[in-house]
């Protein structure tokens, strides 16, 4: 849910016209081909219509349901959209509404669809790894998380494969990521890198949860030739597994364990 404080909503409601219902310009089809142009989602979907029918009610529902960054990215666009069309038409704009507005886009682009974004990057100096990592945050950054499970896949497997070598931990090159997150947390309770039963059940869970993306990233990826999964549940994935990752780094962070940055592994098989 986008959080606009009190002022914003004033701003939002005047610089977009929202007063009698209407949004802009915006017929029922126009409405609907611009949002779905500049974000991929369907305004018409029957949960946008819960508190009403128009224009303005269903925009009211969109900013309440879909995250910060995804509503920054339409008001981005609506932003434009009147820039443009009213400039082209010799329509005025107020100047302080348009600025306003834009600060707003601009404030909840910064949010994130997925809070642990920032922890999806190579631990090596691999070129193939850190353009893979690349990729996978270019997806998120254009709210595409269900196009890139493929990549954090094959970044997860990557990413485990350099922290089980830092660890003198022998592996198959094409052993399943499950089996690698497996010997990883073994060897690091054996070390005692884990100090709390709870965290120890948590990484026994999230083997699970690894486990389960095998079939994910064969069956509902573009791996190979299947129906994708859906937006939602690609991000609850994409959240579980970066966070998983962040936390895997926080515990490498603390015990210092410098081979990981220095490693120089080949990834020539993949």
């Known amino acids: 849910m986008a959080k606009l404080a009190l002022h914003e909503n004033r701003t939002v409601k005047e610089f977009l016209e929202m007063q009698s219902g209407y949004v802009l310009d915006f017929s029922d089809r126009t409405f609907r081909e611009i949002i779905g142009s500049i974000v991929n989602i369907d305004i018409d979907d029957p949960k946008f219509k819960v508190s009403g029918t128009s224009k303005a009610k269903r925009l009211r529902s969109f ?27 010799d329509i005025k704009v107020n100047d302080i509404d348009a600025t306003d507005f834009h600060k707003i886009a601009d404030r909840l682009l910064e949010g994130k669809i997925i809070e642990h974004i920032d922890a999806i990057q190579a631990n090596n100096e691999d070129k193939d790894f850190h353009q893979l990592a690349k990729l996978i945050k270019e997806s998120i950054e254009k709210n595409e998380p269900e196009t890139a499970l493929d990549r954090l896949h094959l970044f997860l497997i990557k990413f485990l494969k350099e922290l089980c070598s830092s660890h003198g931990i022998t592996y198959d090159q094409d052993e399943l990521v499950n089996s690698l997150y497996g010997k990883y947390v073994k060897a690091i309770r054996e070390k005692g890198f884990i100090a709390s039963e709870m965290t120890d059940k948590i990484l026994k869970f999230s083997f699970q949860v690894i486990q389960a993306f095998n079939d994910i990233r064969n069956n509902k990826s573009f791996a190979h030739d299947n129906p994708i999964l859906n937006y939602d549940e690609s991000v609850l994935i994409f959240s579980n597994i970066s966070s998983t990752v962040k936390f895997i780094q926080g515990i490498e962070a603390k015990h210092a364990n410098t081979t990981v940055v220095d490693a120089q592994t080949d990834w020539g098989q993949f």
């Open 63 to 89: 900013i309440e349901g879909e995250s910060d960054y995804t509503v920054g990215k339409l008001f981005k666009g609506l932003h434009a959209y009147k820039i443009k069309e009213y400039g082209r038409k």
